[in-house]
């Protein structure tokens, strides 16, 4: 079963990232670090760059990843490599909402899109495609190095 996530609301970007590469991210600009511990009691990962939050959290017995790193390739391989996760792109998320995306018809530009079931977005394989593809090779090959250290602490 493929874990859910929940994400500070310093790692919005670390959130779409995620949504892309298939995984389930509880994530909403505001949200009160009692409600994201409340969502890690529910078995949500908590993912946080704030030092306290993380510190509490683990206090309480909760999964928590303090996430550091200068990149985002370097804070997801942080992140899917502590779980022995890999992107899996045939189960993209909505980046917006997280929502299941499903296969539409072809648009009137003859272009294969896929729609949102919960928001409703829609996406397409256009020219931004190129540089996920080159995030995503980048995330694998740091995934790839043997001895990669993990900060992360469940108690």
């Known amino acids: 079963m493929a874990p859910v996530f929940v994400a500070d609301e310093m790692l919005g970007d670390i959130a779409k990232w995620l949504r892309i590469m298939g995984y389930d991210v509880k994530y909403r600009r505001g949200r ?40 985002i390739v370097d804070k997801l391989v ?29 648009d009137k530009a003859g272009r294969t899109t896929w729609s949102c079931e919960s928001c409703g977005k829609v996406y397409w394989k256009g020219s931004h495609w190129r540089n996920i593809a080159k995030t995503i090779e980048s995330v694998e090959r740091g995934l790839a190095r043997p001895g990669k250290q993990i900060n992360m602490t469940r108690r």
């Open 78 to 106: 942080t992140i899917l490599g502590r779980f022995g996760l890999r992107p899996d792109l045939d189960n993209t998320r909505c980046t917006v909402c997280g929502g299941t995306l499903r296969l539409t018809e072809n």
């Open 32 to 71: 009160s670090d009692h409600s994201l511990i409340e969502i890690a009691r529910g078995g949500a990962i908590l993912l946080t760059s704030d030092k306290d939050l993380h510190s509490r959290a683990t206090r309480k017995g909760l999964v928590s990843v303090l996430v550091t790193g200068e990149t």
